[in-house]
């Protein structure tokens, strides 16, 4: 008897794995976004008072070790680490809550982005090292910086669904289509592309310059579009806001 328990235990300890349609995380974006026009916002004073659902997910999420990680396909891996950063940055933000930007939270010698304040494949880590560290580093897809989100009005949308494996493709699209075709956020006028200072900071991560990414999702004029791939334009990098995306 002693012993079928004993084999009981050890077969359901080891054939625990992680759920890659993060419904868990699904469940908590269904209850806290709403949209605002083309900009979604974050219930967090809701969120704060009921996290059992996230804490769930990313009690999950720190579960993943680096070998069962290794085991799945790049999609599936990109998929995880693109909603571990949204989820954690939500934690981070209901940990720190009331604050009217993620920018406050933090100090002179430690921004929100260098805080340790979770456990990743084993290792207390933060939010830069799943960003730089691990998504840029080891997938070269520009595409990311329209998919994770730092909290703030004039980041790319948290995205009301979550990313998997078997979708990524088409929702990395449907996250550049959204923030590119936001006239808040990115535009063209008078031969001048008003655009992110994302594309500032991070241009270099697009092989063909971010102006030919950018140029079919900010004018369907096509010949705007081909003025625009050519680089034959002017650039006016928008000033960030870094207010909180709070409902």
């Known amino acids: 008897m002693k012993t079928t328990v004993l084999l009981i235990f050890f077969f359901s300890f080891n ?11 699904q469940v908590v974006l269904d209850k806290v976004l709403s949209f605002k ?30 070998n069962e990680f290794n085991g799945w396909n790049k999609a599936d891996q990109l998929a995880f680490l693109i909603n571990a950063y949204n989820a954690f940055t939500l934690q981070l933000i209901i940990n720190h809550y009331p604050v ?3 920018k406050k939270i933090g100090g002179f010698f430690s921004s929100p982005w260098k805080m340790k304040f979770f456990t990743l494949f084993g290792k207390k880590t933060n939010l830069d090292k799943i960003e730089h560290g691990l998504i840029r580093a080891n997938y070269k897809e520009p595409r990311i ?6 909290a703030s009005i004039s980041c790319p949308n948290l995205q009301p669904f979550v990313f998997t494996g078997s979708n ?31 594309f500032k900071w991070y241009g270099a991560d697009f092989k063909e310059g971010f102006k030919a990414f950018v ?33």
């Open 15 to 25: 054939t625990w794995s992680f759920d890659l349609t993060h419904k868990d995380y």
């Open 37 to 66: 026009g083309a900009q979604t916002l974050v219930d967090y004073k809701g969120l704060k008072k009921d996290p059992s659902v996230l804490n769930e997910y990313l009690e999950a999420v720190a579960k993943v070790t680096q």
């Open 100 to 102: 009217k930007s993620i």
């Open 145 to 150: 910086h329209f998919a994770v989100n730092c």
């Open 168 to 198: 990524l493709e088409k929702q990395l699209q449907q996250s550049a289509k959204s923030f590119l075709g936001d006239k808040s956020k990115n535009y063209f006028a008078g031969k001048t592309l008003h655009a992110s200072i994302i």
């Open 215 to 247: 140029a079919d999702f900010v004018t369907s004029d096509k010949a705007s579009q081909k003025l625009i791939r050519s680089g034959k334009v002017k650039t006016q990098f928008l000033e960030y806001d870094w207010n909180l995306n709070e409902k």
